[in-house]
Nanobody, 126 residues
């Protein structure tokens, strides 16, 4: 089993920054793709950013503001979030997939990620 544990959530004012971190443990496969998804209030879970591991992909709403970094050797992934907006308020989930292609990683399809963290709340106030 692979366990993912997130850290770094909390509250911040609009325009601020926050970093989320995730580490995988257990019987870890080579985790080719790690990333972040989020579910905002009343919204469905959506892809935020993924990394394969040096090729990075972003959702349109976060491009230019968020930066993902995946260390495949350490099975960690971080998400640096800058210029945060109230609409970024959500539960953020770390996700990982093993032997998948870069194309699959780029698509950010929820069923392609078998491993998930419990989620961490990010609240951005205006």
């Amino acid at each position: 089993q692979v366990q993912l544990v997130e850290s770094g959530g909390g509250s911040v004012q609009a325009g601020g920054s926050m970093t989320l971190s995730c580490i995988a443990s257990g019987k870890t496969l080579p985790l080719n793709c790690m990333g972040w998804f989020r579910r905002g209030p009343g919204k469905e879970r959506e892809g935020v950013a993924t990394a394969y591991p040096l090729n990075t992909y972003y959702g349109d709403s976060v491009k230019g503001r968020f930066t993902i970094a995946h260390n495949k050797a350490k099975n960690t992934v971080t998400l640096q979030m800058n210029s945060l907006k109230p609409e970024d308020t959500a539960i953020y989930y770390c996700a990982a997939a093993g032997l998948v292609s870069g194309g699959t990683c780029r698509l950010m399809r929820i069923p392609d990620f078998p491993y998930w963290g419990q989620g961490t709340q990010v609240t951005v106030s205006s």
